[in-house]
Each structure stands twice: as C-alpha cells, then as structure tokens.
C-alpha cells in the first residue's frame, strides 16, 4: 500500500517569500501520479500542480513549482512571491497509475501554511 | 456554473438518524467519489463509481450505502449515525478512473452528529 508523509504540520511565511512544503512517499509502483492541492478556510479543495513520475522535469505553475526527486521519492512544493491568498492548508497525494487503482488518491496529513503579511 | 456540487453544505443530526448527502457534476465525467475528511483533516477515500458502478470501496461501515442513479450523480446514505461519523465529506469526480485525471472537489459537506 502507498503512503504519503507531510512531515510539516505548520509552516509560515512572510509575504513575497518563499517557502518549500515537504512531502515523501513510499511505494512499490514505477509509474504513477504526484499532486498538491489547496484546501483554504472556505474548505473547497483546489488542485494546485501535478506530476507525472515518468516525466524528469518538474511541474510549474505561475508562482508554483515542484521539486521531485523520484529516486528518493520526494515531491516538495515551493511557492515564490507567496500571497496573504496562499494561506491554506496543503496536502501532498499519489495516485497510482496502475488500471487497478482507479482514481485512488492516498492523501498525506496536510501541512498549514499561514503567511505573515 | 458549479462544477461539483454538494447539498446540504452543513448537516447536524441526533445519533442514531438516517441521513443522505447528495453530489451533482456537470463536467460529464465518468467517475465519482466520496471522500471523508475527519477532525484532524486527514482525507481517505470512501467510495468510487464509474459510470454508476461501484469500483471502490474502501472498507467503510456498511452503514454507509452510496447510490449512482447516473452518472452525474453519486448520494451517499448513512444509517444509524454514530458520533464517529461527524466529519467533512467530499464528493469528487474525475473524467475517468482508468487514468491519474485531475479530481475535482466539491465544496464538502460538514456533518455533525450530537
């Protein structure tokens, strides 16, 4: 079985900086499928950025990038310029992209990231 | 328009009530799914459906019955409501459950059960 560990409960930032999310995970499977979502106080659950494991170079969105490292099978997020809007909680999952796994997606614990203005 | 919706948004009933959460997608995706997020936010799936057949579940009580009347549509049915229950449920949907497509949220459904 796949897990996913966001050893971060909480992380902070000042506005304009940047800041680096830690996740890691541990699975047996080759091929497989790395996201981070939102989750701000409005609890709405939003997709921040993907990674396909076969791909070597790492996702970016606008101000979101990842670092994935699959030998080590670490997934961190960084957010630059972070924004008073960024404040959320994160959570880091992994679907396995086996015919068998049909959409799972194993959450890790979530990390909550405040930012200081 | 909402992409997935969720109705009611907060839920408080007695222990021991029967009680339905309903999920609506107008994106014509395929799969659906609820999950349950507990007190200290950790998410777990519940359920899948693709194309109103059942494809997961994931050892849930069987006081939980969800039901696909199409495939926009997934309820979730819980019975004989215990205090454990109380948590944030979600419905999801992606375009199908073959591939890692993007799951979209809906915007969840707090139970509270007294």
């Known amino acids: 079985a796949q897990t996913v560990t966001q050893s971060q409960p909480e992380m902070s930032v000042q506005e304009a900086e940047t800041v680096t999310l830690s996740c890691t995970y541990d699975t047996s499977e080759s091929d497989y499928y790395l996201f981070w979502y939102k989750q701000p106080p409005s609890r709405q659950m939003i997709l921040v950025i993907r990674?396909?494991?076969?791909?070597?170079q790492n996702a970016t969105e606008n101000r979101f990038s990842v670092n994935f490292q699959k030998a080590a099978k670490s997934f961190s997020l960084k957010i630059s310029d972070s924004q008073l809007g960024d404040a959320a909680m994160y959570f880091c999952?992994?679907?396995?992209?086996?015919?068998?796994?049909?959409?799972?997606?194993?959450f890790g614990q979530g990390t909550i990231l405040t930012v200081h203005p | 328009d909402t992409a997935v919706s969720q109705t009611p948004k907060y839920l408080v009933t007695q222990m021991g009530n029967d009680k339905s959460i309903k999920c609506e997608q107008n994106l014509g995706h395929d799969t659906m799914y609820w999950y349950k997020q507990d007190s200290k936010k950790f998410l777990k799936i519940m359920f899948s459906y693709n194309n109103k057949e059942l494809i997961i579940n994931e050892t849930v009580p069987n006081r939980f019955s969800p039901k696909s009347p199409d495939k926009a549509h997934l309820n979730l049915h819980i019975n004989s409501l215990e205090l454990g229950d109380s948590a944030v449920y979600f419905c999801?949907?992606?375009?199908?459950?073959?591939?890692?497509?993007?799951?979209?949220f809906g915007p969840g459904t707090r139970l509270t059960v007294l």
């Open positions: 990674q396909e494991a076969y791909k070597q």
């Open positions: 999952a992994f679907h396995n992209a086996g015919g068998t796994s049909y959409g799972k997606l194993t």
């Open positions: 999801a949907s992606s375009p199908n459950s073959r591939e890692a497509d993007t799951q979209y």
